[in-house]
């Protein structure tokens, strides 16, 4: 997935891979443990491309909010110019499986996310303003080396991502001047988590209790309370372009934060200097939020991601099923001009071909 997004920014913006500086990879679906995916994914573009620059490479791990590490010190890369190349890219890639008939069935997902970072970028641009950023010990959600799923404490995962993102957003708004932003994006497991985030950070703005005191059934009348107010209709607002792709991907771990960008994007409307406030999370546990905003050229610089997605093909349950138990091990949809394993051989080496 994420060569063929790497191949696919490349072509669409008309770079010069000799300018490309640096990889970051952010990924929890590691395959080594040694190995960096990203020399993996390098060593496939430079079979497919003929040639491949002197380049850093180094992958990021911290659950879902791998990527908004990567993001930051991609960023601080390029504007350092610690690098001596104008350009830098950031990639995510992740398989969310869970085991037939948990309660995380439903939001799996897979995808892949390539992005441009640069100076004087068309698309966003991040502030100057340090990311905050909070990190704690939580078994909320884990998958030991040895499993094939993850260990997930469904209820508890909601709530130390509540607390963990109202947390951060206080300290960010005590260290800026912040006015109130112009759209919101989440890492998103599924959509209903931004409505979680929204209630946990504005909730003391209009009732004088503290969410995190509220006992289960006394969260049920708050929500409903807060979500009927205007302001917090209009807050929503700012949130819902946003989950469109989630409803219909799932949830693709790293990659979850810029989905909801690309889905922004996509079904937003006049978005020119908007200021957009990234809340990202990773189990384990660690928040971020950090801004950007959304420049002149941003339409010159997308294209639509309806088309890929239309291109999918809806399986049977049974195939469903027996894909999930790895009963199929044929490609479910023929395509061709796309990179697949080829073969992991007797020692565990994997090696990866463009047919």
């Not at 109130?180 to 004088?208: G, T």
């Not at 546990?285 to 950007?292: E, H, L, M, N, R």
């Amino acid at each position: 997935m994420v060569a063929g997004a790497f191949k696919k920014l490349i072509k669409e913006q008309n770079l010069d891979i000799d300018k490309i500086g640096y990889v970051a990879f952010a990924t929890e679906s590691g395959v080594d443990h040694s190995k960096s995916c990203a020399s993996y994914l390098i060593g496939i573009l430079e079979k497919y491309y003929g040639k491949w620059p002197n380049v850093g490479g180094i992958d990021f791990r911290f659950a879902c909010i791998s990527s908004s590490y990567a993001l930051e010190a991609t960023l601080a890369l390029i504007e350092s110019e610690r690098i001596d190349k104008p350009y830098a890219i950031l990639v995510t890639s992740d398989i969310a499986k869970y085991a037939l008939m948990s309660p995380g069935e439903y939001t799996q997902g897979a995808g892949a996310v390539a992005m441009l970072i640069k100076k004087n970028p068309r698309l966003i641009a991040f502030d100057s303003r340090p990311f905050t950023t909070l990190t704690k010990d939580e078994h909320d959600f884990f998958r030991p080396i040895d499993r094939n799923f993850p260990v997930v404490d469904g209820k508890y995962s909601v709530k130390v991502y509540s607390t963990l993102i109202q947390k951060a957003f206080e300290i960010f708004k005590k260290g800026n001047d912040l006015k109130d932003s112009d759209k919101y994006l989440f890492h998103l497991p599924y959509p209903k988590m931004a409505k979680q985030a929204i209630f946990y950070m504005f909730y003391h703005l209009y009732f004088s209790n503290d969410p995190t005191d509220l006992k289960e059934e006394e969260l049920k009348i708050e929500k409903n309370k807060f979500f009927q107010l205007p302001a917090v209709i209009s807050i929503m607002e700012k949130v819902n372009p946003s989950l469109e792709f989630s409803k219909i991907v799932g949830n693709i771990y790293t990659g979850s934060i810029f989905l909801a960008l690309s889905s922004l994007l996509e079904y937003g409307s006049n978005l020119e200097k908007e200021e957009v406030l990234f809340c990202a999370y990773g189990s384990g546990a660690s928040s971020k939020i950090y801004a950007g905003t959304i420049q002149h050229a941003y339409k010159k610089v997308i294209t639509s991601t309806t088309p890929l997605l239309n291109s999918r093909k809806k399986l049977t349950q049974i195939e469903y099923q027996e894909l999930h138990r790895g009963k199929i091990n044929s490609p479910v949809l023929s395509v061709n001009n796309v990179f697949r394993l080829a073969n992991i051989d007797s020692s565990g080496l994997r090696h990866y071909e463009y047919s």
